[in-house]
C-alpha cells in the first residue's frame, strides 16, 4: 500500500518567515510533486521532481523553492511567507500514471 | 500549456439520480484524462481514467466519456449513493510532459438522501 506522508497537518506561519513543508514517499517513486489547493482554483502544480537533485517548474513557481537530496523525501520551502501564501498544500508521488496524494499541510501565514 | 475548465463548479442530486461532470481541455496533445475524488478532510485519489485511444470507460456506477475532436470529456455517476459526496477533479495531460497534470477547477457533488 502506497504511503505518502507530510510533515505536519496544520501549520501557522507569520509574514516574512521562512517555511520547510516535507513530504515521504516509502514506494521508490521517481516522481514527486508539490501541489497548492484553494477553492475554486483546483490544483495548481508548483514544482516537480523526476529524480534526486532533480526539479522542474510547475505552473506557479514563484515564492517557492524545492529540494530533493534523496529518493524518498521532496521538500517545499517558501523563502519569505506572505499571506497570499495561505493555503492548502498537497504533496504527491507517481506510479505510473497514477499519482498518490499525501493527507495535506493546511498553511496559514499571518 | 494545458488549461482545464470543469463545469459546474457545485452540484446538489438526490440519491438514486444520475450526476454528471464535464470538462474541457485545451491542448490538442491531451491524451490521459484521469479523474480525482476527494472526501471531506481526506486526500484526492484516483477513480477512473481513460486514453485518448478509447472514446468511454466504466467501472461499476461511474463512467468517463471522451469527445477528442470536441476536447471534451465527461464524469456520469449512476444511482447516486451519500458516499459519493465529494469534490471531484478532472485532469489532462499529453504524455511528453512526464504526467505533469493539469487539474480542472474541481465540482463539488452532494448526494442529498
Known amino acids: 500500500d502506497v504511503k505518502v506522508t507530510q510533515s505536519s497537518r496544520y501549520l501557522v506561519k507569520r509574514t516574512g518567515e521562512k517555511v520547510f513543508l516535507e513530504c515521504v514517499q516509502d514506494m521508490d517513486h521517481e516522481n514527486m510533486f508539490w501541489y497548492r489547493q484553494d477553492p475554486g482554483l483546483g490544483l495548481r502544480l508548483i514544482y516537480f521532481s523526476y529524480d534526486v537533485k532533480m526539479k522542474e517548474k510547475g505552473d506557479i513557481p514563484e515564492g517557492y523553492s524545492v529540494s530533493r537530496e534523496k529518493k524518498e523525501r521532496f521538500s517545499l520551502i517558501l523563502e519569505s511567507a506572505s499571506t497570499n501564501q495561505t493555503s492548502m498544500y498537497l504533496c504527491a508521488s507517481r506510479l505510473g500514471y497514477e499519482q498518490y496524494f499525501g493527507p495535506g499541510t493546511r498553511l496559514t501565514v499571518t | 500549456g494545458e488549461n482545464v475548465e470543469q463545469h459546474p463548479s457545485t452540484l446538489s442530486v438526490q440519491e438514486g439520480d444520475s450526476a454528471v461532470i464535464k470538462c474541457t481541455y485545451s491542448?490538442?496533445?491531451?491524451?490521459?484524462f484521469p479523474w480525482y475524488k476527494q472526501e471531506l478532510g481526506k486526500r484526492p485519489q484516483l477513480i477512473i481514467d481513460?486514453?485518448?485511444?478509447?472514446g468511454e470507460k466504466k467501472d461499476q456506477r461511474i463512467a468517463v466519456t471522451l469527445n477528442k475532436t470536441a476536447k471534451h470529456f465527461s464524469l456520469h455517476i449512476t444511482e447516486t449513493q451519500p458516499e459519493d459526496s465529494a469534490v471531484y477533479f478532472c485532469?489532462?495531460?499529453?504524455?511528453?510532459?512526464?504526467?505533469?497534470?493539469?487539474f480542472g477547477g474541481g465540482t463539488r457533488v452532494l448526494v442529498k438522501p
Open positions: 491542448d490538442s496533445a491531451s491524451n490521459y
Open positions: 485532469a489532462a495531460t499529453p504524455e511528453a510532459a512526464g504526467n505533469k497534470l493539469t
Open positions: 481513460i486514453r485518448s485511444n478509447v
